[in-house]
């Protein structure tokens, strides 16, 4: 989320906001949780655990595990992540994370999990003992077998071995995703990726040996010399590996990454140059994935058509998520919550020394995070319901806040739906709102749109490092 010029002041009405916002950049920030991450302070006091649990409905929780390594750091990565660690940290970390397993299912007491995500960072850094140990730990201690719920499971082209992929292959693990930005080697070396096209095709060879059900591959467009013809072709090498899934991610520069910091103090090009090139590269590929016969699920994802939908009942503006390992957010009605948050590698390992050295009551409480009042939980449920393929059903909004109307506790949806503004950008049917192709196209200035004030001026003043 953009902070505004320090002369500049939000409009103070939506239908401002909302024209403000259709001119200018689509490509405010990627919204894939509510409240943003730079939204949490720490809590004062901190809560337990089993209390901040006690009460919510557990019966189709989401669990994630973070794993805070990789091989290399992007230029483009604003993840908290650390780069080629020692040994005795990892083995350090996965001490903490067995230990931190034990109190969180002592704090859950019951539960029963509907999907589950090993991300970071790269899962697959720690080798096929690591990973194995890691998945062991959750399954045992959770008493959850990764097999027989939707896992999805992030690797990289340097790490997607037979070794390291051993533990996803005993488990038929559902997804494996990885990124490969661009099958065009000086385009990926342009974010700081040191990779190979033929280690990229290995990676993919050992992937499908694994059995995995999905395999998706994550691209980007508006890399540094990047063309409509380089992007089409380097769509079309990944079209040759016949993906499940395809996802599409715009460029940011970020403040504290490898290329934020190249780009410190001067402007590489113009913004509105740029975002004019991304917008055009985001359409080609969209509609060249569209003929090659995968659906749009959101701006960013595309799934092949045949490819049926997971049967899972969870549902991210719905139900909770459980995080685990350092860098990990959970997600309950009323509290968000993470340990701190760092890209630096200075202020990332600081945090990561601090949490390996945890006290098992240290792990019982909550320290950071952010709670959320009935008005932001209101927003959260509309934002990401709308942002997803299948939109905000207003009836059930209606059922979930005892009668509420969405369209009256969030003005600016109205806005947006609003016709006589022609915007465009959401279809209304009776009970539903959904993004238009026009909406979709700007889904990354929608969702701060849509974000409260309150939570604009956290992420505006949060300390960064």
């Given amino acids: 989320m953009r902070a505004p010029d320090t002369n500049d002041s939000l409009p103070e009405t ?22 943003h991450k730079l939204a949490y302070r720490p809590l004062a006091p901190a809560q337990s655990l089993q209390e901040v649990w006690k009460h919510e409905k557990k019966d ?27 040994e005795e940290m990892i083995s350090r970390y996965l001490d903490t ?16 999990f509907e999907r589950a ?34 896992t999805s499971v992030e690797v990289s082209p340097m790490t997607a071995t037979d070794e390291g992929l051993a533990p996803l292959r005993r488990r038929t693990i559902d997804r494996v995703s990885m990124g490969v930005q661009s099958f065009i080697d000086e385009e990926a070396k342009s974010v700081q990726r040191t990779q190979a096209q033929p280690e990229v095709r290995r990676a993919i ?17 508006g890399l540094p010399g990047q063309s409509d013809a380089s992007f089409e072709l380097s769509l079309r090498l990944a079209l040759e590996h016949a993906p499940e899934e395809i996802y599409l991610y ?53 799934r092949k058509a045949s490819v ?17 390992g350092c860098g990990a957010r959970s997600y309950t009605e009323h509290l968000h919550y993470a340990t701190a948050y760092a890209t630096e590698t200075l202020g990332v390992r600081d945090i990561l020394t601090r949490w390996i050295a945890s006290t098992d009551e240290d792990l019982s409480v909550v320290t950071w995070g952010i709670a959320l009042d009935l008005h932001e939980q209101k927003r959260r449920y509309a934002l990401l319901a709308l942002l997803s393929d299948e939109g905000l059903s207003l009836h059930e909004y209606t059922l979930r806040f005892d009668g509420s109307d969405a369209l009256f506790d969030i003005p600016e949806l109205l806005v947006l739906t609003d016709a006589s503004l022609r915007l465009g950008v959401i279809f209304r049917t009776e009970n539903t709102l959904q993004l238009t192709r026009e ?17 604009h001026e956290a992420v505006r003043t949060a300390p960064r490092r």
Avoid at 440 to 455: H, K, Y
């Fill in 250 to 302: 715009p460029l940011y520069v970020r403040p504290f990454t490898g290329i934020g910091k190249l780009a410190k103090g001067e402007r590489e090009r113009d913004r509105k140059a740029w975002d004019e090139d991304r917008l055009r590269l985001y359409r080609l590929g969209r509609d060249l994935l569209l003929s090659e016969g995968y659906a749009q699920i959101s701006m960013r994802m595309f």
């Fill in 60 to 86: 189709a929780l989401f669990l994630y595990a973070h794993v805070p390594f990789c091989e290399q750091r992007c230029g483009f990565c604003n993840l908290f992540t650390l780069a080629r660690p020692k």
């Fill in 14 to 35: 939506p239908l401002e906001r909302a024209d403000a916002m259709l001119r200018g950049t689509p490509y405010e920030s990627y919204v894939y949780g509510y409240p």
């Fill in 205 to 221: 060879e050992a992937i499908r040996r694994s059995g995995t059900r999905t395999l998706n591959l994550d691209l980007m467009y």
């Fill in 97 to 112: 994370f067995t230990r931190q397993v034990s109190v969180m299912r002592g704090a859950l007491e019951t539960m029963r």
């Fill in 117 to 150: 995500a090993i991300g970071g960072g790269t899962p697959t850094y720690l080798g096929g003992d690591g990973l194995e140990r890691l998945m062991h730990t959750m399954e045992e201690g959770f008493q959850t077998d990764l097999s027989r719920i939707p």
């Fill in 308 to 324: 049926g939908c997971s049967t899972s009942e969870y549902r991210c503006e719905r139900d909770g998520m459980v995080g685990l």
């Fill in 439 to 455: 909406g979709l196209e700007r889904a990354d200035a929608i969702g701060p749109f849509l974000s409260s004030t309150a939570v």
